[in-house]
């Protein structure tokens, strides 16, 4: 675990887009041109960006992977450890959530991986599929001697019905105590929108370390940054961010914020 | 067996209410603040609590097994064995009851346990694929030398649609019965609400041993200690206490007048 | 084969209805008190019954072998042979009927078995499901050297709509073919009705035994030994008796006229 | 594959009625009384035909090979090779076909067979289900040494609301290059009514091998003899025959004629 | 990879028609009698084809590769390459789309191809299950040392719906995206219609590469020609060709036309 952290805490680019969204996330930002020296569809862009920004990990599908990461220069691997994310889906079919597992703990090791991510979509009707495959992950990466990361992301038309939306602090919560529960090492987690709700949120995770899933680039990036402040201060270990760095106009100078806080 | 048991007597402390409710159980307590020294959100007060309260075991899922017992002391582990429940789901969907295997007994015992649980939902559309995992669990743990306790619990559309309630004595007792039938050694039965109808649920259960099963918290503890006496009056082997425990204003004075029912 | 069987002859003690019937099959015969020594819902009862009366097998879950038969004493075992029930399920959902596998063959083996059962719901939706699994079970029980017995059953929406009853003869005599062309050493078939159509579905059979299945206590005890003895008389290899002993007032008296038409 | 033919040519009994229609097919037989000497119920009667008409091969389910083919004398054996059908269902419930396996390749092998058979019913909604499984059987009997042969039936209710009937040639033919394709060394086709479209079959067909599955009785035997003239013109490699032989008044006559036009 | 490149240009006569459209491909050609020399139905023309074209790999499923160029000379097979299909369907039923695994990769490897193709139907409701079965083809390839050629082909009801046809730019530069992040090392792509959305689809797969898909045999050869130059004009690797050569009225004509373009 210390691997992916830094003085205990992270900073995580994920970078998991392209599978679950599609190049459109990064062909925006393209056509926008709302950030200056590169085009975040090259996964090089954002490779370069994790280094130069210091980043404690870089999130990847087994893909990428294996045509970046594991050719990019030995010092850089280093300095940036690898996060393969297990699994991965399309949104192109609205139908109950499930994703499927798409590398095995040992093929990620392969690949250089430090850690790996798997997403529950908590209250899915296809939790069970999931809640089974995620039980085996742990145990294979515990034997690996590698962590677990967990998605824990609240899902689903009885997420919805039950909860109204999926940032619910009582479902997130939920959420976070699943992936304790399970045997994650550690949870992403959407914010609740207060300092509050989050702290129980982290609260129930226990043992398990929470880090806040970036989510959508915020209107002003003034906002985001208040809310990695709010979750460092109830006891979150740190924050995986996207789109929130490199839609901006300068991802470093965001990266550097963001460090400000995280590694106060 | 006797490593779970004194003197031929059961006490469990049961907490995998946070996978199966989510903290809420936890957190309605801590709002109404309704017992003294700390709050079940976090699992180590419940370790100490079944260490302090003398419980022949406690029940995990394997997430707290390998995060708080398994980092227990030595002496703690010796006094309070291990049950992990192998499966687990939450509560969210309301589709035909099912819950997946979390946990294999290879990786239970290897995280310490004497003994595994598992829940079976007598009587749900998906019994069937409940009935064979189950089975497989009989054979692999008593390859391994352990002990297996069946979570017997009827449930889904069809047992509401021709028993009316799941703690219907008919249904109950068959419940019981299944357990017996597919091997397990223990079972873990709800109450069914007077002590004709229970002394024919141990009955039907052979010599698989019955626990009951605390439930929810009753409005008055002495409500909860009749039950006590009428499960243990008629045959039954202890029970798995949590919530009427934990929500209690003193959880230990509670512990104390169970026990004094039990090993009486 | 021989070891289930007397001068070539079947009279198997079948107890598998506290899995597929619940302990109500029991209770109504204890609530009667229409036997005199005991209470069948006890398998030790049972156990004694098919010593007392000289069975050639005794059936059982695999709970029941594990927890009853095999703590039984040495003679006891010897003098009458283990048939294990690999499959069961409850009667409570009412769907296209499925009997999911609950012991392997060589955890029967290991549990004493000298024979092994398994139920195929013949004309099921989920026919595919059983086939399969059937000739699995052929294939593992014939490698350990011990017979199989099919529990051939047609039931399901379609055997209502194409055939009326269950015990239609062309269906029946269906079912027993399936058995012989699956590989089946013996086949448990309901009654037809009467001696020429029975004559048939024996016929279909081949090579494959046929056992009758004594199903549902008759009014009159009489018109269970006609049923025997008609079966007897085209070909049938012995009987697979259940309620119509244990709820008869005198079930060792109702054994011995039983098996004066088997051995005759 | 030179095994199962002579000079060539196939000529195969085929008798795994008794799975896919029942005892039905051959009690009608019995019932009409139309042929003299004996009753196609029972499986050593088609055996003795097999060896007394010189088939090249005789095919069978798995509980037939057991237990009458394997228990045949040697000398019979020899003569007359052993195809086993690895698939296989009741004709009893009406949902999209969908045949399981019931018999594995090293199975099949262990019994004796110098070849096996696969149904696939090619347009099935579960068509998915058994290309994959038929894949995996080819590549099993090809390791083993043995050939495959695929019972390429279109069927379901895609077939029949885009073809029509299952013998519209534009779907045989497509059925038969899915034989290819997947890699069987021959397939069972149904005739589709004239010589010219059946040309394209074979054609369709490559280096499969076709045989004609002969289908239910003709009302006249020269209508068959007809059909096996017309498919052994174009290329075809013999006939899979059952119904059209057994149910004749004289079974050893018409397969004199078959092999009189399949040898000449 | 380089086993199937030349000059790092792809030119794959891809011949897998007979599984996913039936021999109606080829048997309209034949009819239509418009190339001279053969009839594509007739896959040693398709080898021929290709050793005469100078083709850099020719796609077949393992059927085809164990009857045809498994038996081919020698140096025709070091000529040309082989690519395996690994799965295929019928167009029979009309479901969501889903292709089953026919062939392992250690099958493929046996059977002497240099490269294995899986399709994926990005966006049906399938996808799961497709992508979870393409992670394996991966891994196992790798391990296997060979490349893996990803169709990536958009389709089923919620691509209708979102996407509207399934060469909208947005869907096919998802369907790129997901083969890199998938670990596909060549993406079979379709033309988007335009060279500027092209340059995006090519951009998204990143360092997988892309070839064309080459479809339906156009109206006019020129506008294949012209489709072949504009994905090579915007970083294309080469094309998969099958209806526009054998189609065609001289397939080695517009080869070399092709080859041109390509190898320019």
Redesign the interface.
Known sequence: MDKILRNGKALFLAY?H??EH???EF?KAHEAGDHEFTDS???QFILDLAHRGGYTAVVL????A???YDVWGADERREVPLIIKLN???N????EP???????VP?AVELGASAVGYTVY????R???M??I??GI??DA?SAGIPVIGWMY?R?K??TE?YGKDTNP??V??GA????????DMAKIKYTGDVESFT?VV??A???KVVLSGGEKTEKPEDFLQVVKDVMAVGATGVAVGRNVWKSKDPLKVTEEIKKIIFA
């Open positions: 998991d392209g599978m599609g190049p459109v062909e569809l090259d996964p599908q087994k893909g990428l294996q045509d970046y991965g889906r399309t192109v079919p609205e139908i499930f994703s499927p597992l798409i590398c095995t093929e908590v209250g899915s009707e939790e069970a599929e809640l089974e995620f039980g742990v145990e515990h609240p689903g009885w997420v039950k009582e479902i919560a939920y105590r699943v992936a304790l529960e399970v045997g994650a129980r609260k129930s226990g043992r398990t």
